[in-house]
């Protein structure tokens, strides 16, 4: 069996303790755009599938921490993606909303 080239950017997450965001988008290449220009900014993040708890969307979101959401929320509105659905939190045993 092949190795997948982008296996190293899909991950799961086996951290139930840890606290992070989660933006949604209805276009897996916005998610994808969005997680490419995260990443050349230099922000830590992660793309990941949708959590079923959101359970809206392309089914790829992308993952940030705590202390990075405010220049990634900033980089969101600068881009202007328009198929952004929302901002979800992860507080370590569940998931809120906190942008629409």
């Known amino acids: 069996m092949g ?6 950017f899909y991950t799961k997450d086996k951290g139930a303790n840890r606290m ?7 276009s897996r290449s916005e998610s ?24 809206i969307g392309c089914g790829l979101s992308v ?10 929320s900033g980089l969101l509105d600068y881009c202007n993606y328009n198929t952004f659905l929302g901002l979800f939190y992860y507080n370590g045993t569940e998931i809120v909303r ?3």
């Open 3 to 8: 190795s997948n080239p982008c296996a190293q």
């Open 20 to 26: 992070y965001y989660i933006f949604a988008f209805r």
């Open 32 to 55: 994808m755009g969005f997680f490419d220009a995260a990443v050349r900014k230099g922000l830590p993040s992660k793309l990941i599938s949708t959590p079923r708890a959101i359970s």
């Open 63 to 72: 993952k940030i921490s705590a202390a990075d959401v405010g220049l990634a």
């Open 98 to 100: 906190v942008k629409q």
